[in-house]
């Protein structure tokens, strides 16, 4: 990554939905896509190469495929009968 000590890097990206994890069902957003943008201050460090300044990310950003194997692994742990019988559409 190019850039001094520190640099200002922007992700960007678009909020399609969410994982409600109560029931483990996806939500649509109901205004079709959001995008969304994040700024961090990314500084370089010796042992791990580059690192976010500061506090991580609170919100989890998930690919399709990636929200999906979260949803199945939890269904698949927990003991509510309602949750663990609901399937998820592919």
Same mark, same amino acid.
């Given at each position: 990554?190019?850039?001094?000590?520190?640099? +200002?890097?922007?992700? %960007?990206?678009?909020?399609? !939905?969410?994982?409600?994890? /109560?029931?483990l069902r996806f939500a649509e957003i109901s205004n079709g896509v959001m995008k969304e943008f994040d700024?961090?201050?990314?500084?370089? +460090?010796?042992?791990? %190469?580059?690192?976010?300044? !500061?506090?991580?990310?609170? /919100?989890?950003?998930?690919?399709?495929?990636?929200?999906?194997?979260?949803?199945?692994?939890?269904?698949?742990?927990?003991?509510?009968?309602?949750?663990?019988?609901?399937?998820?559409?592919?």
């Amino acid at each position: 990554m190019a850039g001094g000590p520190d640099t +200002t890097v922007y992700m %960007g990206y678009e909020k399609v !939905g969410k994982v409600d994890t /109560a029931s483990l069902r996806f939500a649509e957003i109901s205004n079709g896509v959001m995008k969304e943008f994040d700024k961090y201050t990314v500084v370089s +460090t010796a042992a791990r %190469g580059w690192k976010i300044d !500061g506090g991580q990310p609170k /919100a989890m950003h998930l690919t399709a495929k990636a929200a999906v194997r979260y949803v199945e692994q939890k269904r698949a742990a927990t003991s509510d009968l309602q949750v663990k019988k609901k399937r998820t559409r592919r």
